[in-house]
T-cell receptor, first 116, second 113 residues
Framework: GAGVSQTPSNKVTEKGKYVELRCDPI?????LYWYRQSLGQGPEFLIY????????DSGLPNDRFFAVRPEGSVSTLKIQRTERGDSAVYLC??????????????FGPGTRLTVL | DAKTTQPNSMESNEEEPVHLPCNHSTISGTDYIHWYRQLPSQGPEYVIH???SNVNNRMASLAIAEDRKSSTLILHRATLRDAAVYYC??????????????FGKGTHLIIQP
């Protein structure tokens, strides 16, 4: 079946602009996660949704970052007033949401964001 | 989540076994040991996980020390397609804490033909 998809695959923007990154999870997965990966580092957790609500947003670096999942499926990560330090690969993952050890996270290919 | 320590990189030859170590000396009794890997230009993918007993699946084997303070991911016969960054991650499902995975820098596995 279809995996997690993310659009766009690449996004180049200018400092100060607003960007939206989209994630389409695996159908039926109630849990959705956003991560950010800088060059040479492992992915860093940003936010976790269970259904429509953000169950844990402790990883969002500041209030310029916001994410929504209004219908419990597609999610959008929104970044306001982008800064050069926001340049990274933004990864989305989904899982069945069982909160057991078999609740494997399935990752999308990521969106590479470059802020000039 | 408890911290894990892995070597920055390892090198192996194609068609030979690979043993990727992970130290987690502060592991709690409810932490599961998960391994994910990330191939070049892709998102991470699940490899295997376990709690106390050794585990086998089609991708790899996981050997867990008796005191659970270390574990080893075993690729029985490495291929060029196994060249990736391998992450050892601890996860507690008993409740509380962030639900995101905590990735370290992982081990960059290089496979020589």
């Amino acid at each position: 079946g279809a995996g997690v998809s993310q659009t766009p695959s690449n996004k180049v923007t200018e400092k100060g602009k607003y960007v939206e990154l989209r994630c389409d999870p695996i159908s039926g997965h109630t849990a959705l996660y956003w991560y950010r990966q800088s060059l040479g580092q492992g992915p860093e957790f940003l936010i976790y949704f269970q259904g429509t609500g953000a169950a844990d947003d402790s990883g969002l670096p500041n209030d310029r970052f916001f994410a929504v999942r209004p219908e419990g499926s597609v999610s959008t990560l929104k970044i306001q007033r982008t800064e050069r330090g926001d340049s990274a690969v933004y990864l989305c993952a989904s899982s069945p949401g069982t909160r057991t050890s078999t609740d494997t996270q399935y990752f999308g290919p990521g969106t590479r964001l470059t802020v000039l | 989540d408890a911290k894990t320590t892995q070597p920055n990189s390892m090198e192996s030859n194609e068609e030979e076994p690979v043993h990727l170590p992970c130290n987690h000396s502060t592991i709690s009794g409810t932490d599961y040991i998960h391994w994910y890997r990330q191939l070049p230009s892709q998102g991470p993918e699940y490899v295997i996980h376990g709690l106390t007993s050794n585990v086998n699946n089609r991708m790899a084997s996981l050997a867990i020390a008796e005191d659970r303070k270390s574990s080893t991911l075993i690729l029985h016969r490495a291929t060029l397609r196994d060249a990736a960054v391998y992450y050892c991650i601890l996860r507690d499902y008993s409740g509380g804490g962030a639900d995101g995975l905590t990735f370290g820098k992982g081990t960059h596995l290089i496979i020589q033909p």
